[in-house]
């Protein structure tokens, strides 16, 4: 019997969520209320897997994904996200866990979840030894609107993942779920054209699987993996949809199990994600993993095209207007806090715990107060979510800072910037 772990520190959401569990008649469910209890009942007996709630006291989820990571990789874990949770289940997406799913859906999504995950995880091969052998892979498939060309597709792809070494078992169960999604976004949005959630209803898709043009379009997919990282390429037969418009519906409305899951965990599962002009094409990538704790996303939606050269080391600058440290900023994406699990830690009694998101688009600086105390502003205007153009004024609670960057350097496109894409 496979078993799961569940983790809430609601004991009415336990009794519900574990109700739910165990309709399914082959999970054993065993309950914990937080974190700390959840890594004691994981030591005497490890469950196959764990279901955690984001927000508990003692340990958070984010905090019991990276302690499940680090000290027992081939345990995956999916979050249940509940509104107001959203930056803290896409960075514990990164960190490691293998899928989420809304707490006001469980009841629709939660079974069909665990049992992708489970599927994903249980993926062998006989070849393992063969492809660690390995120092370049390339495979390239073309196959009519067939699903159940989906997971032999995937199993392939995470064994050459594992193989050459460029992540570990649950980032390959990660890459999985990425591609599997890619895969059916170009099945039921491109060859079919079908709009809405996937989970709809069935009847449309099973008149066009039937019916021309939709049944006699393709999907080609392409894999290539080396040793420092895996090329996913994805193309469908559909006239293509415009991503910039998906984009703008930001990751809230994802969370909440609507439009945009598929490709909202693809940014977060994969380091970089692309799209040809017309929309018809996916390209991904996935670099080797030099630490279990450094696994990020590049949020970037860019156009398909040559390989462009590396972003630089440093991405932009926050000089302070006070005698406080600059800020140098690193990564396309950085969460700014009090806490120690921060990119930027602001030790000070006017930052919240997790108190704004910077973060890159199309080459231009944004930041997104998360909810915070003290809040944000920008050239001294109290905002909630914005652009930061070079030169900008930005206070975190109590500290003033300018940013200086130069759009060039991060690839922008145009003289000027995008909409706020969140």
Not at 165 to 191: F, K, R, S, T, Y
Not at 216 to 241: L, N, S, W
Not at 256 to 271: S, T
């Amino acid at each position: 019997m496979f078993k799961i772990l569940l983790v809430d520190d609601s004991a009415t959401d336990r009794r519900l969520i574990e109700g739910l569990l165990k309709k399914c008649l082959h999970f054993d469910v065993e309950t914990a209320e937080d974190g700390l209890v959840a890594l004691e009942k994981i030591k005497v007996n490890a469950p196959d897997l764990v279901v955690t709630d984001m927000q508990m006291p003692n340990m958070d989820g984010m905090q019991l994904v990276e302690k499940i990571r680090r000290l027992y990789p081939l345990i995956p874990v999916i979050l249940i996200t509940a509104s107001g949770s959203e930056e803290l289940a896409f960075r514990a997406l990164q960190r490691g866990a293998a899928g989420y799913v809304p707490k006001s859906r469980c009841n629709e999504l939660l079974q069909d979840t665990i049992n992708h995950v489970i599927d994903l995880t249980r993926a062998e091969s006989s070849f393992e030894k063969v492809i660690e052998c390995a120092t370049l892979t390339q495979f390239e498939f073309v196959f009519e609107n067939d699903f159940a060309m989906i997971a032999p597709l995937i199993e392939l792809a995470q064994r050459m993942t594992i193989g050459l070494g460029i992540c570990d078992e649950p980032g390959a169960v990660q890459a999985g779920v990425a591609l599997e999604h890619a895969i059916l976004n170009a099945i039921c949005h491109g060859n079919l054209e079908i709009g809405g959630p996937l989970n709809g209803d069935r009847t449309l898709m099973d008149q066009r699987l039937a019916q021309s043009p939709y049944k006699d379009r393709r999907v080609y997919v392409e894999i290539r993996v080396t040793r420092e990282e895996a090329q996913f390429k994805v193309r469908d037969d559909g006239h293509g949809f415009k991503y910039q418009e998906l984009t703008a519906t930001g990751r809230k409305t994802a969370l909440l199990g609507e439009v945009g899951r598929g490709l909202f965990l693809m940014w977060a599962f994969m380091d970089s994600v692309s799209y040809n002009p017309i929309g018809n094409t996916v390209f991904m990538v996935k670099r080797r993993v030099l630490s279990n704790l450094e696994l990020e996303t590049d949020f970037e939606i860019a156009e398909v095209g040559e390989e462009q050269p590396r972003l630089p080391e440093i991405l932009g600058i926050l000089v302070p207007c006070d005698s406080s440290p600059l800020i140098e900023l690193k990564k396309p994406k950085l969460m700014v806090g009090r806490d120690p699990s921060c990119d930027i830690v602001i030790p000070l009694p006017s930052i919240s715990s997790h108190h704004c998101l910077l973060y890159t688009f199309e080459g231009w600086w944004y930041a997104q107060d998360l909810k915070s105390t003290d809040g944000i502003q920008v050239n001294h205007v109290s905002v909630r979510e914005h652009l930061l153009r070079p030169g900008d004024n930005l206070s975190i609670g109590k500290l003033e800072y300018t940013i200086d960057y130069e759009t060039t350097a991060l690839r922008a496109n145009d003289i000027d910037p995008p909409a706020d894409p969140f």
